[in-house]
């Protein structure tokens, strides 16, 4: 059996089925410990006062321990096995979570767990969805369900800790405590599952001139490049600036609305990634700049859910800055996809998720820039700079259509963040 095609569906057995649903546990564990933080952030401002400031302080020191893990978890797991990789980082996990329920609000306390929750999602997205496609009846089947399932933790986790909070006593207690348990649960029930993903050998690098004229090619530099901070700035911006400001209008359940928002955010961003591929045309941008085009309207809604302190408008705006997330990053994906020789995919992928983990920066500069203008008026800010962005987009591709009908189109496995 290859380690990499999977068995066909039809000869699975109940257990491999089993450790499939396993692993993407696993997933889902990492998407809900990274993205609690959302509806607990609203419980630190209630219970212990926490500012805006201190919030996306917090929130930025995720980032620390995700892109370094995201970026290294594969060629670790092709080192040390993927279970191994996978059941460290479940632990991990595990623990930052316990320790977030002990740490009485703590800043310290939370700095050092949120550093650890990003470290652990960042192998688990990795080196899990490697391992979820090697047990897969085929690896394109395997991508896509490591895809809903990290989705799936990314969504639900928020709106599962924020019911807690909101409906529990001990609301910075029991959702942490919840999901830890969660976590451990996984880690056991996997220890049995076999490793799946041989060792591979040193994988083939295109030459640094194919690499180099990759990473200059105008379409990426002009196009992709520039809308990709759009990816994760669109989703912080959905979940982490808008939902504070209309917590008097939702207090009684505030943490609930929180992750409410989160689910929505990401949901939609999950749901319409396939409408990016219906609206891409090779040669020209069109899938991206509708992408850009949707970020920009959920900016303005932001802004205006602001100034009228409206929980409508923030969902309204949730389900336009998610739209654009999931298309920008199916989007540019199936870009990168095209202008990058094999070799040469897995540093430009590398530079793409770099410059779209910049997006997360979204809420701290934000905040930083608070200090000399309102909140609704950054947001209409950033609107005006995606437009002009989408509008210099719209002429680059107009100046440099590429399209090589030689090249197979990507696949999933092709496309995904662990390259």
Sequence with gaps: MSAIGGKPEATMAPAARTDRVLVAAALVAAGWGANQFTPLSVVYRLEAGWSTMSVVEVFTV??????????LGCRTADRFGHRRVVRIALAITAAASLLLALAEVSAEVVV???????????????????????????????????????????ALGPL?????????????????????GFALLVLALTARIP????????????PASDRWSAIT???????????????????????V????????????????FSGLVAAVTLLVGLAVQPLAAKIDRPGTARATLVAMGT???????????????SPLLVLGAAVFLGAGYGLTLESGLAEIGRLAPPGALPTVSALFQGVAHSGFLAPLLLAVMARSASYPELLAGLALIGLILLIGAAVHAARHAHH????????????????
Aim: net charge negative; proline share 12%; aromatic share 8%.
């Design 62 to 71: 995720y980032l620390a321990g995700l892109v370094p893990a995201l970026l």
């Design 112 to 154: 050092a767990s949120r550093l650890a929750t990003g470290v652990a999602a960042g192998l688990i997205v990795s080196a899990g969805a490697a391992w979820l496609r090697a047990l897969s009846p085929g690896a394109d089947r395997g991508a896509r369900f490591a895809v809903y399932a990290t989705g799936a933790g990314f």
């Design 160 to 180: 599962l800790a924020g019911t807690l909070a909101a409906w529990l006593p001990a609301p910075s207690v029991v959702p942490c405590l919840v999901h830890g």
């Design 195 to 206: 490793e799946m993903c041989s060792i591979p050998g040193p994988p083939p690098v295109a």
């Design 217 to 239: 090619h105008p379409r990426f530099v002009g196009i992709v490049l520039p809308a990709s901070p759009a990816i994760f700035a669109a989703v912080t911006v959905s979940y």
């Design 241 to 256: 600036v808008l939902p504070p400001f209309v917590l008097d209008r939702v207090r009684d359940h505030a943490p609930l």
């Design 295 to 309: 970020v920009v309207i959920g900016l303005l809604l932001g802004a205006l859910a602001i100034e009228e302190v």
């Design 404 to 419: 090589d009908p030689s090249r197979p189109d990507p696949t999933p496995q092709e496309l995904t963040w662990e390259e």
